[in-house]
């Protein structure tokens, strides 16, 4: 082999050597990150506090379940899939998917910025005519929105203010918000299921006015903001706009209330998730675990779970 030849093999020997090496130190990091992240979330899981999250950007006919049964994972009991599973005692939070960040915001209106979130201000220097029930970060993380159950919105950042419901007559309390993906609107939702839109948040229908079994506990809109699921303690599952039925635990015999309700965007199906970290995959979302078993959180919760997120 002429020195050329040789020269030649031997930088593509280096090369390759370095392309390795760079795909193993990218490989260590990412590990490294994942084993953080389930670190902080086994630390959020026992120091009783909720996550909840802002809208990941992107990636009709109303039907009701009253006793469609759930897919169930084998070998779990009646839990089924769940990302985020975090506890609370009178704590409210939000967590921005892909991020190790965070807000929390108490039921006087106090919140804490954790990780690369940044405080822009809270409510409990105000005199609340009814405590804070949910928050809702902007789409590019620069504000959020805080709620309270008498549906008075407060804005902070860059999150603007679309309406408020306290200036209506609710049949019921509101028991949280969510913003649209370009942060445009947002959704209120009472429990007794009616929905009110604010800003560019399209409405799709609501169970106002409905008779339903239990209060309901959460929305969550569909990936591309085309409609919304509702979700009701007793498990049942209310899908409005394009949002699509893949059942619900409505009808059967659950061992704590649902208290929350997450969509999986590349599936269309969601997950359901109980006082008691338990958790119910529908449609082909898939099981990822479940604070109710011993399997994935160690220790006992030592708060209810009120809320969940990817």
Not at 75 to 87: C, D, F, Q, T, Y
Request: one cysteine or more.
């Amino acid at each position: 082999m002429t020195w050329p030849g040789r020269l030649g093999a031997i930088a593509a020997v280096v090369g390759a050597l370095l392309l390795l090496f760079i795909a193993y130190q990218l490989w260590g990091s990412a590990l490294y990150t994942w084993h953080a992240q389930d670190r902080l979330k086994a630390e959020l899981v026992r120091s009783g506090h909720c996550i909840a999250r802002s809208r990941p950007l992107p990636r009709s006919r109303r039907r009701r379940s009253v006793a469609a049964a759930p897919r169930r994972h084998p070998g779990v009991g009646h839990h089924a899939g769940s990302r985020w599973l975090l506890s609370g005692a009178g704590t409210l939070g939000l967590l921005v998917a892909l991020f190790v960040c965070y807000w929390l915001v108490s039921k006087s209106g106090a919140v804490s910025a954790y990780g690369d979130a940044k405080y822009y201000g809270g409510a409990n220097n105000l005199t609340l005519s009814a405590p804070i029930v949910g928050i809702a970060g902007t789409a590019d993380m620069g504000g959020y929105w805080l709620v309270g159950a008498d549906g008075a919105v407060y804005c902070y950042g860059d999150a603007r203010l679309w309406g408020t419901a306290n200036t209506l007559t609710l049949n019921a309390p509101i028991v949280g918000i969510v913003g649209t993906l370009n942060g445009g609107g947002y959704w209120l939702v009472g429990a007794d299921g009616g929905v009110y839109a604010f800003g560019n948040a399209p409405y799709y229908g609501s169970e106002g006015g409905q008779s339903i079994n239990a209060k309901v506990t959460s929305i969550e809109p569909t990936a591309n903001d085309g409609g919304y699921w509702l979700v009701g303690a007793d498990g049942g599952v209310y899908a409005f706009g394009n949002a699509p039925f893949e059942g619900s635990e409505g009808g059967q015999s659950i061992n704590a209330p649902v208290v929350g309700i997450v969509g999986d965007p590349s599936s269309q199906g969601y997950w359901l998730v109980g006082a008691d970290g338990g958790a119910y995959a529908f449609g082909n979302a898939p099981f990822l675990g479940s604070a109710a078993s011993s399997a994935y959180v160690p220790q006992p919760l030592d708060a209810p779970v009120i809320a969940a997120s990817t």
